[in-house]
């Protein structure tokens, strides 16, 4: 049993609720389905079905042969392979409509409720010993969203879970069993206490959709686990949460805080506070989660919005790096904060990971992925490196492949952009519509008084910033749109049926700008200011982005292809779990990364038009070199700069800048279209009038 002070119980069964209902998201989520992609982000996940998170069912032995599925393949006790694809498979089949990956899902539940167990238990495991409800967690997320998508899944689906659900009862009325340690107990639970919040999304939404006659117990099981769960309100306290560099706090496990600064909990665990809230309606959740963010990204964030953490929080150095998975759980998580507290900069920093951290960790074929990211990767990244950097992940983590490091981003990747899409267009009340995470997509909805409504979004934001609505509704409606929080106001216009431009008026808290349509065909146009933003980083360093793109030094990169290797053993793997698509990569910079920049000289270029709002096709794949349309240039020299194992190491300080040659012209392009990049730069004052005409013709690169 745990006494220990670190897992405050925040609930109380003597605790009375203002009415049986859970507190209303702001912006509340569609069901998975009537949300569809466009445009790039369409591309981008058809090369998802059509790559690694599209085949893993036919050949990756954590799925096609995992115990879930009746094969005996699992990288640990905890079996979370299988549900950590299944979360992100489901997504993907349903947004993009594809029939293939629709039959993996369907005979991967066929498979899963034939052997559900007598009493209810859903999953592999055998033993009382070895049931443990953690892996559950992702998995019911999928299933849930499987359920909104499809009326005959989730006839079956449904009574399969209420079943789990009662066991569940059973079993936590049982001093928490398969959820707190017990002696003999063969798996680790914290995971499972740390992620409660996962669990009881699931049993919100069941308690909401299809309560059954169980919703008694689906509450009880939701106070249950959030009892003894990991407090993040406690986390994200004065005094607790670390805001130092977490090289220089020791590892104590006795004190159970180990389980918060791990990288993935801590993405996962940004949303806790809100998912409580709904069933506690405890309002000092708001503060503790405003808290949680707002400290997690200025003690340990990166700039491309994820999490520094390799595995464990790593403060703000950039040689350190951020898991793959850690990137997709962030994005989740704040697109969840969006709808359920509604503040702008949630959905500002959702669009951010989106749009920069999980792209620049994929192959532009969507076939291999880096375990491990930092935002200064160049020579020798990514290599195998003699020695790792980093806390706990190991020397080929930062190289691209089927599972350069430990296989958890390999099944859980999957998640990122379709979740990002669904979660794109919410409802606002019962009468209107919102377009939250800004991206091309459409949407079939049926609002209030059986008003059925499409909307459809042209556009290539974020690579370019103009939105083109094409809506039509049976009846007057409201229609929103997000306006991110670093618009340019004076540049920025919205318009609807052709009409006169006006200025945006976005709500100060949500960021929305509201619009009454009538019923019929209407057409809005949307065009959002944008501006070079200089974000000051660690040590005199800047990272520099244009909305909401990251912009990094471009590096040449020289690429080596090998076999596919094995996680553990590093050695090639056997050839039944490998296909012809799947190899490891090493990137080696070819071109020079060590270097100052001067601010003051960033100028955005685009190659396309800037007077057209006309939406043209961008090249597929994007996230790749010379793929988007903008890149900025800035003048720059080289310096001095030395390695540290093997990366690029800490900033020369201020003062230990001088340059060591001529001044010369930078180019840089989007982060995520960049493998190997400099994102976080040191800058330095450069007499840039006396030299410029010399310099841009003999150093222009
Ligand atoms: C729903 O799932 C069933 C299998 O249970 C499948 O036959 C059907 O095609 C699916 N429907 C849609 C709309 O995808
Ligand atoms: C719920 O209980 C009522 C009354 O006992 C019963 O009529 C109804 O069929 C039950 N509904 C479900 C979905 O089990
Ligand atoms: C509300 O949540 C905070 C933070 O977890 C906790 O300290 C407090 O006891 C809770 N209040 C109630 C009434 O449960
Ligand atoms: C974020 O946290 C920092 C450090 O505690 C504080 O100075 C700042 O005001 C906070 N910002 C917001 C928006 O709460
Ligand atoms: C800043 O520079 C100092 C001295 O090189 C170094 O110890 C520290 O880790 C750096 N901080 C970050 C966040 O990079
Ligand atoms: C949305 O608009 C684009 C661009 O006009 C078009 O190609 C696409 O087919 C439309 N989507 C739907 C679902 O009508
Ligand atoms: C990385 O290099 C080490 C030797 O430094 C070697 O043992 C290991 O097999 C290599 N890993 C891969 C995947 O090539
Ligand atoms: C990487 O490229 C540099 C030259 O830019 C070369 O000196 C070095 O040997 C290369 N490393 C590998 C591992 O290929
Ligand atoms: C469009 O480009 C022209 C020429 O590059 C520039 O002068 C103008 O400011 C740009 N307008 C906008 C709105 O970006
Ligand atoms: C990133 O790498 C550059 C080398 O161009 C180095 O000067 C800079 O200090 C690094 N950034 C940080 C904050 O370590
Ligand atoms: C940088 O240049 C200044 C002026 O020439 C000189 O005084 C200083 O010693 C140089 N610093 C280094 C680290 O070389």
């Not at 951020?322 to 509604?342: F, K, R, W």
């Not at 983590?397 to 859980?412: A, H, K, R, S, W």
């Not at 980083?537 to 990251?550: E, H, M």
């Not at 900025?632 to 390695?643: F, K, L, P, Q, R």
Request: net charge negative; hydrophobic share 35%; glycine share 8%.
């Amino acid at each position: 049993m745990h006494s220990s002070r670190w897992l405050i119980a925040t609930i109380c069964f003597t605790c009375t609720f203002a009415a049986d209902e859970l507190l209303p998201f702001v912006f509340q989520p569609l069901p998975l389905g009537s949300v569809k992609p466009e445009g790039w982000l369409r591309d981008q996940m058809q090369l998802m079905s059509d790559g690694l998170a599209g085949h893993e069912h036919d050949f990756y032995q954590f799925v096609a042969d995992s115990s879930w599925l009746g094969g005996d393949q699992e990288y640990s006790s905890l079996n979370e392979g299988f549900p950590y694809w299944f979360n992100g498979i489901v997504p993907l089949a349903y947004g993009l409509d594809d029939a293939r990956l629709k039959g993996q899902v369907t005979d991967a539940v066929d498979y899963l409720l034939a052997h559900q167990a007598d009493d209810g238990w859903i999953g592999p495991e055998t033993t009382v010993q070895t049931r443990n409800f953690w892996a559950r967690y992702p998995l019911f997320l999928g299933l849930i969203q499987l359920a909104e998508a499809n009326a005959t899944e989730s006839a079956r689906v449904v009574p399969a879970l209420h079943k789990f659900m009662t066991l569940m009862h059973s079993m936590l009325a049982d001093n928490y069993a398969g959820y707190t340690p017990h002696d003999g107990d063969v798996f680790d639970a914290s995971w499972g206490q740390v992620r409660s919040h996962d669990m009881i999304i699931t049993l919100q939404w069941l308690y909401e959709n299809h309560p059954e006659n169980n919703s008694q117990v689906l509450l009880d099981n939701m106070n249950y686990i959030n009892e003894k769960a990991y407090d993040w309100a406690y986390w994200f306290s004065n005094d607790v949460f670390i805001t130092a560099d977490l090289d220089t706090v020791p590892i104590d496990l006795t004190t159970r805080m180990f389980p918060y600064e791990h990288g993935v909990s801590a993405g996962q665990g940004l949303k806790a506070g809100a998912v409580v809230r709904r069933f506690t309606n405890n309002d000092t959740l708001l503060q503790s989660t405003r808290d949680g963010v707002n400290w997690t990204f200025t003690y340990h964030g990166a700039a491309s919005g994820t999490i520094i953490a390799d595995e464990r929080l790593a403060g703000l150095s950039p040689l350190r790096g951020s898991e793959l998975c850690t990137a997709v759980e962030t994005m989740y998580s704040m697109s969840y904060l969006y709808q359920a507290i509604g503040d702008n900069d949630f959905a500002d920093k959702s669009e951010l990971a989106a749009f920069n951290a999980l792209p620049v960790m994929m192959t532009p074929d969507w076939w291999a992925h880096q375990y491990m990211a930092e935002p200064n990767q160049t020579k020798p990244y990514s290599l195998n490196l003699t020695e790792s950097p980093f806390w706990n992940v190991n020397t080929v983590g930062q190289t691209f492949g089927l599972e350069p490091n430990y296989p958890c981003c390999t099944v859980n990747h999957p998640q990122g952009y379709p979740k990002f899409l669904s979660a794109s267009i919410v409802k606002v009340g019962d009468i209107g519509l919102g377009h939250a995470l800004l991206s091309p997509a459409s949407a079939y909805v049926t609002l209030a008084n059986s008003n059925d409504v499409f909307v459809n979004c042209s556009t290539n934001y974020p690579f370019e910033n103009v939105l083109q609505y094409t809506i039509r509704a049976n009846s007057a409606f409201d229609f929103y749109v997000r306006v991110p929080g670093w618009y340019v106001d004076k540049d920025s216009s919205i318009s609807v049926n052709g009409g006169k431009s006006g200025p945006l008026a976005p709500d100060p808290s949500t960021g929305m700008h509201k619009l009454s349509l009538d019923g019929g065909d209407s057409t809005v146009t949307y065009t959002l200011g944008v501006g070079i933003v200089v974000e000051q980083r660690a040590n005199d360093t800047v990272a520099v982005r244009y909305g909401s793109l990251l912009y990094a030094v471009d590096v040449t990169e020289s690429v080596q292809i090998l076999p596919p290797t094995d996680y553990g053993s590093q050695q090639t793997l056997a050839s039944k779990y490998v296909t012809p698509q799947t190899h490891d990569y090493r990137i080696n910079g070819t071109s020079p990364w060590a270097v100052a920049i001067d601010p003051s000289t960033l100028r955005y270029t685009s190659k396309s038009s800037n007077t057209s709002t006309a939406i043209n096709p961008l090249p597929n794949p994007i996230f790749t070199s010379g793929a988007p349309p903008g890149s900025i240039t800035v003048s720059a020299c080289s310096i001095e700069w030395g390695y540290f194992k093997g990366v690029p190491a800490n900033p020369p300080l201020k003062g230990n800048r001088n340059c060591t040659g001529d001044v010369f012209e930078v180019k840089m392009i989007p982060y995520g279209a960049a493998k190997l990049h400099m994102a976080e730069l040191p800058v330095t004052s450069l007499d840039v009038a006396s030299s410029e005409s010399e310099f841009f013709d003999q150093h222009q690169y």
